[in-house]
Each structure stands twice: as C-alpha cells, then as structure tokens.
C-alpha cells in the first residue's frame, strides 16, 4: 500500500518558476525510480522527468534544459524544480514511484497553470 502526495502546482507568469513536490508514503522498501508526468486536456500522458534512486535522470524532449527533477531517497520525496514556464506546460503534473518488488504508483496530480 503506498501513497503519494503532490504539492506546489498553481498559477505562474509566463517566464515563472515553480517547484512541485511529491512525497511517499507506505509499504515501501526499496524505490527503483520517481518520476513527474504531465497530462493537458485532450492530450496523452507525457513523460516529463524521471530519475532513479541512484540519481540518474531522463527528461521529455519539450522540457529539456528547463526542468530539472531531484530525488531525496531517505525522505521518499521527488522534487521537480521548473523555470521558464511556458503556457504549453499547462497541465496537471502527476507524479510516479517506481517500489521495488510491487509496482507502479500515482499521485492525485497538482495544476500547473502558466497565463498571463
């Protein structure tokens, strides 16, 4: 049983900055990877940063050099720090953990609204 809880989305500026959060809780022994995904109305889910435990990270082609995702292991905490903030980064940001030996879990999601 494991739990995940977002925090930090809102309203941003065009040009702003913004710093999500996800925390995990629960049944967890091991994380393999966390990882933020993003998904606007009418879209597909999109990867937009991963990382593993080991700190080794991969991002979406659209947030590169943009957004630059961390990982605390002992606090179960994914961070994904995001400047230059596009309307097009207008979603709900959903965050993911990779537990070792059970799966794959979601967070709620958190609205990331970037307008002027």
């Known amino acids: 049983q494991v739990q995940l809880v977002e925090s930090g989305g809102g309203l941003v500026q065009p040009g702003g900055s913004l710093r999500l959060s996800c925390a995990a809780s629960?049944?967890?022994?091991?994380?393999?990877?966390m990882g933020w995904y993003r998904q606007a109305p009418g879209k597909q889910r999109e990867l937009v940063a991963i990382?593993?435990?080991?700190?080794?990270?991969a991002y979406g082609d659209s947030v590169k050099g943009r957004f630059t995702i961390s990982i605390d292991n002992a606090k179960k905490t994914a961070y994904l720090q995001m400047i230059s903030l596009k309307p097009e980064d207008t979603a709900v940001y959903y965050c993911?953990?990779?537990?070792?030996?059970?799966?794959?879990?979601w967070g709620q999601g958190t609205q990331v609204t970037v307008s002027s």
């Open positions: 629960g049944t967890i022994f091991s994380i393999a990877a």
């Open positions: 990382i593993s435990s080991g700190g080794s990270a």
């Open positions: 993911n953990v990779n537990v070792q030996l059970l799966g794959m879990y």
